[in-house]
């Protein structure tokens, strides 16, 4: 539905006159990339009477040179636009550095950007778009460049809603094309060109007057109609929606649009084209919908409703009881949003925790689903505070969605006001700008209808352009400024229409009255003579209802005691009731002008009274009435009675003449009473024939009821078996968790070099060293395994990997990475619980010090074996840490261990741990750390079977040996005889 105003000109005062009428005003607007394109725009643009204002993204705090630039290539006169500046034709107003650009009255205004913190960014082309939109109406012409961002959507889409012309680049020729993209996937944009196309069809456009005449009265005006009555049907038989309800204004100019946009000329042809083409009769639909609205339009209101009608809402709410609004014709849903933050936010000032049910309606289903996603551009930061961005969206790649919280509050469903019932118990509805859109026939309709669903004390919100006019017995207003209304207690209830889903009676289109002239000199005299000579008469509705008084109708009118009534039969004067109903029904049922004379006593003295009753058609609604004139008459004179008349009976006569009449009014009153008494027995006839309707009907509503009661029941054991399947996903939830949280930190944990690999063979998963030793990044996730290519060094992972994953098979191997650290590598296949296969494991660990320990003692073992095979008491070789490298028989013997017992294993750990000596261990450590001798230290050596003996430890570097210190300890048993062998 629509849910943006458009009036039928400008708001602001119009668009700038050109010589020969108005002129569009054209707004271009680009960011990064856009000198280039705005440029080569420039170059092109007609010289056709428009006016041009260019805003580009510019640094704040520097001078701009983009004036400059444009003029030196331009046939248009280019200058920087100066707050005040009146638009004028053939001109290119470019914006200067940290500022706004707004337009009012066609005049140029320069405001400072906000500098909110948290605000988000500088959208100067969405502020621009939006100002020409509502100054310049249909007049205004919006053109998205070459941009990254979202900026300029917005502003797009409020250009069309006022009847304007949207452009974009085509992306493929934009540097960048982030804002095309945007606003076209908004579907705020008509034409989608080339820059040079771009200005061929501004120079079409620029030569078509912005408002074309429709012929009122001339030969054309029913073919006209008829056209347009054709379109009515196509749109009705498509999309169910009466259009004849709206207002006609607003149909023409969205008609015109379209032909402009296809290059028709005549309404016959465009009709053959809708008729041959389903996506232009969608396109026209979506147009006259006008689905545009903001977050928190008119700021002012929604604090009013916080401090007005929200207090009122929950001290009228008895405890467990929801608070019920409806926003119908919701459009995108951002109003409704924005009641639902408003009241969530004063429930939470308030510290009160209430039940809140927001229905969103409309007849678009395009815009109700995306109101159910909740899913807006970053442009709205526009409309929404920093504070309220945080609390309640998500940002999601340029883009914010609604929280969950308020999301859950709201249900939003397809629904027609005109035709569709309405929701009921509702304590605040927010109709804001339809009624505007509506004839006033249909707006009355509306209003009962949201007078019907309404709680007794629930409040009405209409937009800025809209009253209750029609309908003042309905509402009462609490707060004029801002259209807030509260639901009148009526004496009786307002009937409300029950035909809901009938399909409306297309009427003919009728073109408005022409608007009347100023009155001039004539006119005044006309009326003033009407005034103090014209007859007086009250103007009647088609029920008898007075709608004008005219003149003093006193004398004539003579309200009953009772009730209160403007229906002319109540209160007119009981002698004239029986004459001025019959004279009302006749003339309304053969439609033309009815005379009747009535005589009557006043005060004992007889009265004449002529009543005249001409049928009227109203020019705006095309609804029937009634003008009852009633003009006072001389009485009839009684004839003088003469001496000789009263001597032969004469004087008799007027007796004669006075039963005449009572005689003709005994036979009128006659006349009316079977006149009622056939009515009374045809209304009975009717009642009973709907009696008998309404039986039939409640008979099928009990099978239906109980229809509904098995539905219920069936829907009752369903909801059961989904809250079972809900419990136990949720446990299933709570185990993925947890298994997830389990999976995160022994990834974490792991030492090891671990890189899952997918079927597809690229990555998964890492672990955190592998994060480390390969260098990866949480981009790498969906990589090739090739990745690792260059630091494994032996060949492509990817073969190896795949030949694991087909044979299910183990791949285990020893390489040398580009680290230079030796590594073994395991590739194995993963399998899921049920033995799938899924992808592979990688793993590296880290073999470089044992690898290079295997190799130092297989070369120190056969330099050992080499030299010191000839000697027979223990020796040992170890390493700076103290780690056996080599050990002689000898040794071996008298330790009784083996050689695998003894390599690589600890000094201190050997045999009995006898060389588990402190002092051994110092003084070895001083050896590595200086380079000095050992001799003679003494010990206690335990052999394992339990005998000691004394022995004398002896060491000394071996020099130049490896890259790794190494000492060769000498061990003899005490005595004189060893002294000087330690070495």
């Known amino acids: 539905m629509p849910d943006e105003n458009e009036p039928a000109e400008p708001a602001n005062g119009g668009p700038p006159e050109k010589a020969g009428g108005k002129i569009f005003v054209v707004g271009i607007g680009a960011s990064a990339g856009g000198l280039e394109a705005i440029g080569e725009l420039i170059r092109h643009l007609p010289v056709e009477g428009m006016a041009y204002i260019v805003v580009q993204h510019l640094a704040p705090d520097h001078e701009s040179l983009l004036t400059q630039l444009l003029a030196r290539d331009s046939r248009l006169q280019v200058v920087t636009a100066v707050d005040g500046m009146t638009l004028e034709a053939n001109h290119v107003y470019v914006i200067p550095p940290n500022a706004d650009l ?91 060109l080339p820059l040079k196309e771009i200005a061929l069809e501004l120079a079409r456009i620029g030569k078509r007057p912005l408002v074309r005449p429709r012929a009122h009265g001339s030969e054309a005006a029913p073919v006209v109609q008829d056209q347009l009555g054709k379109l009515f049907v196509l749109i009705r038989a498509e999309f169910g929606n009466d259009l004849t309800q709206y207002k006609h204004a607003t149909i023409d100019r969205r008609i015109e649009r379209r032909m402009m946009f296809h290059k028709l000329e005549r309404l016959e042809d465009y009709v053959r084209y809708v008729q041959q083409n389903r996506d232009e009769l969608r396109a026209l639909y979506k147009d006259i919908l006008i689905t545009v609205t903001s977050f928190f339009r008119d700021p002012e209101t929604f604090e009013v409703l916080k401090t007005k009608v929200f207090p009122q809402l929950l001290e009228q709410k008895a405890p467990n009881q929801p608070i019920r609004v409806w926003v119908p014709a919701c459009a995108t849903g951002e109003e409704a949003y924005s009641i639902a933050i408003c009241l969530l936010e004063y429930c939470e000032e308030k510290m009160r925790d209430e039940r809140v049910q927001i ?72 109709c804001r700008n339809l009624l505007i859109y509506l004839q006033p026939s249909a707006q009355k309709k509306v209003l009962r209808t949201l007078h019907y669903a309404l709680n007794p004390t629930g409040h009405l919100l209409l937009g800025t352009s809209e009253t209750v006019g029609d309908a003042p017995e309905l509402f009462s207003p609490i707060d004029r400024k801002h259209k807030i209304y509260v639901k009148k207690l009526v004496a009786r209830q307002v009937a409300l229409e029950l035909g809901f889903g009938a399909p409306a009676v297309l009427e003919p289109v009728r073109e408005p009255a022409p608007a009347r002239p100023t009155l001039n000199l004539q006119g005044l005299a006309d009326r003033k003579a009407l005034e103090l000579y014209g007859p007086p008469g009250v103007v009647v509705g088609e029920n008898f209802d007075i709608l004008l008084f005219r003149g003093h109708t006193g004398p004539y009118l003579d309200p009953a005691p009772g009730a209160a009534s403007f229906n002319l039969l109540k209160v007119a004067r009981f002698e004239l009731h029986i004459e001025l109903k019959r004279a009302l029904q006749q003339a309304r ?162 030492d090891n070099v671990v890189v899952i690999v997918g079927m597809d063979l690229r990555i998964r998963r890492y672990t955190s060293a592998a994060e480390k030793l390969l260098n990866l990044i949480p981009g790498d996730i969906g990589r090739s395994i090739g990745y690792l290519d260059a630091f494994v060094g032996t060949g492509a992972l990817a073969p190896k990997v795949s030949t694991v994953i087909h044979d299910l098979s183990t791949l285990e191997e020893e390489l040398l990475a580009s680290n230079q650290r030796w590594y073994a590598l395991r590739v194995s296949p993963y399998k899921t619980l049920d033995h799938a296969i899924r992808g592979a494991l990688v793993t590296l660990v880290d073999i470089d010090v044992r690898k290079r320990a295997m190799d130092m003692t297989r070369d120190v073992g056969a330099y050992a074996a080499r030299f010191l095979g000839a000697i027979n008491h223990p020796l040992l070789i170890v390493d700076r840490r103290l780690r056996v490298v080599w050990a002689n028989d000898a040794l071996l013997s008298t330790l009784q261990v083996t050689s695998e017992e003894t390599v690589g294993s600890a000094l201190a750990s050997l045999g009995t741990r006898s060389f588990a000596d402190p002092g051994l261990l110092e003084r070895l450590d001083g050896v590595f750390a200086s380079a000095s001798l050992l001799r003679g230290h003494e010990l206690r050596l335990r052999a394992p079977d339990g005998r000691e003996h004394g022995v004398r430890v002896g060491a000394s570097l071996i020099p130049a040996s490896t890259e790794v210190p190494l000492a060769l300890l000498s061990i003899e048993p005490a005595g004189p005889a060893s002294a000087g062998a330690g070495s």
Do not use: W
């Open 359 to 430: 229905f969103g309606t409309d007849v678009d289903d395009d815009a109700i689903q995306q109101a159910r996603r909740g899913v807006y551009p970053a442009n709205i930061a526009l409309d929404v505070s920093p504070e309220r961005l945080h609390r309640f969206f998500v940002p999601r790649n340029n883009e914010y969605q609604i929280t969950r919280r308020i999301r859950d509050l709201l249900v939003f469903s397809r629904q027609n006001l005109l035709r569709d019932a309405p929701f009921s118990h509702v304590d605040l509805v927010s």
């Open 102 to 192: 707004a337009v009012l009255h066609g005049v140029i205004r320069i405001m400072k950007p906000p500098t909110v913190k948290g605000r988000g960014p500088h959208l100067p082309v969405d502020y621009l778009f939006r100002s020409l939109a509502e100054d310049q109406g249909h007049a205004a012409i919006g053109i998205v460049l070459s941009g990254t961002g979202t900026d300029g959507t917005l502003g797009l889409k409020a250009i069309k809603a006022s009847g304007g012309f949207t452009f974009v680049q085509e992306p493929s020729t934009a540097k960048y094309d982030g804002m095309p993209r945007s606003a076209m996937a908004s579907g705020a944009a008509d034409y989608c």
């Open 589 to 750: 049922s053969e439609q033309r002008r009815v005379t009747t004379d009535i005589s009557y006593q006043e005060d004992g003295k007889p009265c004449l009274v002529r009543v005249d009753v001409l049928p009227l058609q109203d020019p705006d609604t095309r609804t029937r009435c009634f003008l009852v004139l009633f003009h006072r008459m001389p009485p009839p004179p009684l004839p003088a009675v003469s001496p000789e008349q009263a001597v032969t009976g004469e004087a008799a006569r007027p007796l004669v003449q006075r039963n005449q009449e009572l005689e003709r009014e005994l036979a009128v009153t006659k006349e009316y009473l079977q006149s009622t008494i056939e009515e009374k027995e045809s209304t009975l006839e009717q009642l009973k024939s709907a009696n008998e309707e309404l039986q039939s009907s409640n008979e099928e509503l009990q099978s239906t009821n109980e229809e509904l009661e098995t539905s219920k029941e069936e829907m009752q054991s369903t909801n059961e078996e989904l809250t079972t399947v809900n419990e136990e996903l949720h446990n299933r939830m709570l185990e993925l968790s947890q298994a997830n949280d389990d999976l995160h930190n022994v990834l974490a944990g792991v």
